[in-house]
C-alpha cells in the first residue's frame, strides 16, 4: 500500500476483554514501531521491531500487552484483560531500514474500554 | 518523564497571521530532531528533520531553527493557512528511540 495502515479505526471493549490492533507497515520497510498515545499527552513508546524480532520490549506498560511481527510485514499487538486506562489512540509507524530514519505513521486505533 | 517540553500547549491565530511554536529538550544523546504535524483523526507526519549541525531548516511556510547548545527549537508557520489548524508535536531523537513533546494545538480561524 502507499502508506501504513491500521486496523480497526475505532474499537469498544469491555473491561476485561482482549482485543487485537493490527498493522500494516509501507511495503518494503524493516523497523516498525507501536507508540500510545493518551488524551493531552505525548506518544509514549511501546515497541520497537527490526524484521520480525523486536530489540526493545521496554515500553510495554504490563504483561497483558503484547505484541508480534510475522514474515517482516504486518505486526499485531495484543491487549489482554483490557482496563480503563488502556484507553487510547494506539499508532503504529514503519521506517525503512534504520530507526533514525523519518518514521511514516498509520491513522492510529482509538480503542474506548468501557 | 517526559523529556520534550512545548509551548503554549495551544494557541490561536487569524489567518495569514504569523505564530512561533517552542520545543525544549533535556534528551541525551541527541540525534535529531523533527517537528511533525497532526491534523485530528490522522497520525503524525514530519514537517522537518535537524541535525545537531543545523541551525534552520525550512518546508514551505514552515520554518524550524535548532540551537543544540541550549537545547531549544521553535517553528514558525508563515501566512499561516485554515489548513494549518493541527497538532504539532517536537520529537528528539536518541538513536531509535524518540521522545515526544505533548504537542501544541493551533487553530487558525478566518
Known amino acids: 500500500g502507499a502508506g501504513v495502515s491500521q486496523s480497526p479505526s475505532n474499537k469498544v471493549t469491555e473491561k476485561g476483554k482482549d482485543v487485537e490492533l493490527r498493522c500494516d507497515p509501507i511495503s518494503g520497510h524493516t523497523a516498525l514501531y507501536w507508540y500510545r498515545q493518551s488524551l493531552g499527552q505525548g506518544l509514549e513508546f511501546l515497541i520497537y521491531f527490526q524484521g520480525n524480532s523486536a530489540p526493545d520490549k521496554s515500553g510495554l506498560p504490563s504483561d497483558r500487552f503484547s505484541a508480534e511481527r510475522t514474515g517482516g510485514s504486518v505486526s499485531t499487538l495484543t491487549i489482554q484483560r483490557t482496563q480503563q486506562e488502556d484507553s487510547a489512540v494506539y499508532l503504529c509507524a514503519s521506517s525503512l531500514r534504520a530507526p533514525g530514519e523519518t518514521q511514516y505513521f498509520g491513522p492510529g486505533t482509538r480503542l474506548l474500554v468501557l | 518523564k517526559n523529556q520534550v517540553e512545548q509551548s503554549p500547549q495551544s494557541l490561536i491565530i487569524l489567518e495569514g497571521k504569523n505564530c512561533t511554536l517552542q520545543?525544549?529538550?533535556?534528551?541525551?544523546?541527541?540525534?535529531?530532531l523533527r517537528w511533525y504535524k497532526q491534523d485530528t483523526g490522522r497520525g503524525p507526519v514530519s514537517l522537518t528533520i535537524m541535525t545537531f549541525s543545523e541551525n534552520t531548516k525550512s518546508n514551505g511556510r514552515y520554518t524550524a531553527t535548532l540551537d543544540a547548545d541550549t537545547k531549544q527549537s521553535s517553528l514558525h508557520i508563515t501566512a499561516s493557512q485554515l489548513s494549518d489548524s493541527a497538532s504539532y508535536i517536537c520529537v528528539v531523537s536518541a538513536g531509535y528511540k524518540l521522545s515526544f513533546g505533548a504537542g501544541t494545538t493551533v487553530t487558525v480561524r478566518a
Open positions: 520545543c525544549n529538550y533535556t534528551v541525551s544523546p541527541f540525534s535529531n
